[in-house]
């Protein structure tokens, strides 16, 4: 069973910046197009971008506007999303799990939930 357990998250000033980490437990990853996703306070999780299983392409939420970087290292099982000029409104708890995507649109495929990290941005 594809399974997640993200790190890294963390409190940060508006403005600052944060590396997340996804560890998968399956193998091969490389077989599965990996996403982060968000959930804020009383919000729907929604998703935040979708990296091909080799790494070549990633899909981003519209909202992302060229601040977040997802990359992935299939050797180590691990998807990282560094995230950059981050705003108050990037406060959520962000997991990831197996995706797909279409333009801006991530979608969630499959993969239990982890625990997810909690990113706070806050002054």
């Not at 980490?21 to 804020?40: H, K, M, N, T």
Request: glycine letters at 12%; proline letters at 3%; charged letters at 15%.
């Amino acid at each position: 069973q594809l399974q997640f357990v993200e790190s890294g998250g963390d409190l940060v000033q508006p403005g600052g910046s944060l590396k997340l980490s996804c560890e998968a437990s399956v193998l091969p990853l490389d077989y599965y197009a990996i996403g982060w996703f968000r959930q804020a306070p009383g919000q729907e999780r929604e998703g935040v971008s979708c990296i091909s299983s080799d790494g070549s392409t990633t899909n981003n939420a519209a909202f992302v506007k060229g601040r977040f970087t997802t990359s992935r290292d299939n050797r180590k099982q691990t998807v990282y999303l560094q995230m950059n000029s981050l705003k108050l409104e990037d406060t959520a708890v962000y997991y990831c799990a197996a995706c797909a995507a279409d333009g801006t649109t991530i979608v969630y495929v499959g993969g239990s939930w982890g625990p997810g990290t909690q990113v706070t941005v806050s002054s």
